[in-house]
Nanobody, 116 residues
Framework: QVQLVESGGGLVQPGGSLRLSCVAS????????MGWYRQAPGKQRELVAI???????TYADSVKGRFTISRDNAKNTVYLQMNSLKPEDTAVYYC??????????WGQGTQVTVSS
C-alpha cells in the first residue's frame, strides 16, 4: 500500500517550464514502477514517463527531449521536469506507483495549463 501526493502544477506560458513532484508514503526502493500519466478533458489518460525496476525509463514520444523523470530516494519523491512546454501539454498530471502483487496506486492529480 502506498499514498501518493502530487504538487507543482500551475499556469505557464508556452516555452516555459514546470517541475512536478510526487511524494510517496513509503520508500520508493520498494516500488516496482513509478511515474507520470496525464489526461486532458475528453481524452484518454496516457503515459508520460515512468521508472521501472533497474532504473529503466520510458517516455512518450510526444515529450521525449523536453521532459525528464528523476527521483530522490531519501525524500521518497519522483519528479517530472517539464521544459519547452506546449499548449498540447495541458492536462491533469497523475502520479502512479506499481507494487508487485498489490496493483496500481494513483495520486489525486495536479493541473498543468500551458497558455499565453
Amino acid at each position: 500500500q502506498v499514498q501518493l501526493v502530487e504538487s507543482g502544477g500551475g499556469l505557464v506560458q508556452p516555452g516555459g517550464s514546470l517541475r512536478l513532484s510526487c511524494v510517496a508514503s513509503r520508500s520508493i526502493y520498494s516500488i516496482y514502477a513509478m511515474g507520470w500519466y496525464r489526461q486532458a478533458p475528453g481524452k484518454q489518460r496516457e503515459l508520460v514517463a515512468i521508472f521501472t525496476s533497474g532504473s529503466t525509463t520510458t517516455y512518450a514520444d510526444s515529450v521525449k527531449g523536453r521532459f525528464t523523470i528523476s527521483r530522490d530516494n531519501a525524500k521518497n519523491t519522483v519528479y517530472l521536469q517539464m521544459n519547452s512546454l506546449k499548449p498540447e501539454d495541458t492536462a491533469v498530471y497523475y502520479c502512479k506507483a506499481v507494487l508487485l502483487m498489490r496493483g496500481d496506486y494513483w495520486g489525486q492529480g495536479t493541473q498543468v495549463t500551458v497558455s499565453s
